[in-house]
């Protein structure tokens, strides 16, 4: 038997498929990293102790707007909706549109949106979804690998979204994104996390509210 349903045809499927079926979730987010290793910062989801020490800080009763960029498959969606207000929203940006739908079809929470993007153009996605600032954006995006001058425009365009009294919160196996944020941000912590594959640094740039 020959054409599209034969035999060889169906041997021909591609492993990034079947793994996206067998596999789920995790099948979607390695297939996410196959197709574009430089956007996606891990080929394994962050840990729930990197989730909890990323988010810790947030004073999520002032929080009404928190944005996301490079949510992957969502891992840090849930905990995030799980610590909003009843009246907040999570918006997160991602350039892949693998990642987008799989998130659109998950996560049915009337507070989500799933944005196909730039983290770059972060201001113009927060306005046209009726907001004039976001309260915290949080990062995983690979800094040390993004291409040339997407990295300080993204800090910068963050910078200016985010309210005084905001933060910008950034996971990475590398440093780089400090030199990023240091320009912008007048505070920036750091922490390290050694439960997660690979171990990480955390970063949280603080936009000081104005005297």
């Known amino acids: 038997m020959t054409g599209p349903n034969s035999v060889g045809a169906l041997e021909r499927r ?16 390695f297939r996410g990293f196959v197709e574009h290793p430089k956007m996606v910062g891990s080929i394994i989801p962050s840990s729930r102790f990197t989730i909890d020490k990323m988010l810790g800080p947030v004073k999520w009763d002032e929080c009404k707007l928190f944005v996301e960029y490079g949510p992957g498959v969502g891992t840090f969606c849930q905990a995030v ?54 309260d915290y954006v949080l990062s995983g995006l690979p800094f040390s690998t993004l291409p040339a001058g997407v990295g300080p425009a993204i800090a910068e365009a963050t910078y200016r979204v985010v309210r005084p009294g905001g933060a910008f919160l950034v996971y990475q196996f590398s440093a ?17 996390e050694a439960l997660n594959v690979l171990p990480c640094q955390l970063f949280w740039g603080w936009k000081e509210p104005k005297n």
């Not at 591609?14 to 979607?28: C, H, I, M, N, Y």
């Not at 770059?120 to 009726?130: M, N």
Request: aromatic share 14%.
């Open 176 to 192: 780089k994104a400090r030199d990023y944020m240091a320009p912008h941000f007048e505070r920036i912590e750091r922490g390290f």
């Open 81 to 134: 909706l799980d610590r909003l207000p009843r009246d907040g929203s999570l918006i997160v940006i991602d350039t892949n549109p693998l990642y987008i739908d799989y998130l659109r079809k998950h996560f049915v929470d009337s507070r989500f949106t799933a944005v196909h993007g730039s983290a770059a153009d972060v201001e113009v996605i927060v306005k046209a979804h009726g907001h004039d600032h976001a």
């Open 14 to 29: 591609s492993f990034k498929q079947k793994a996206s079926r067998f596999f789920g979730q995790w099948g979607v987010f």
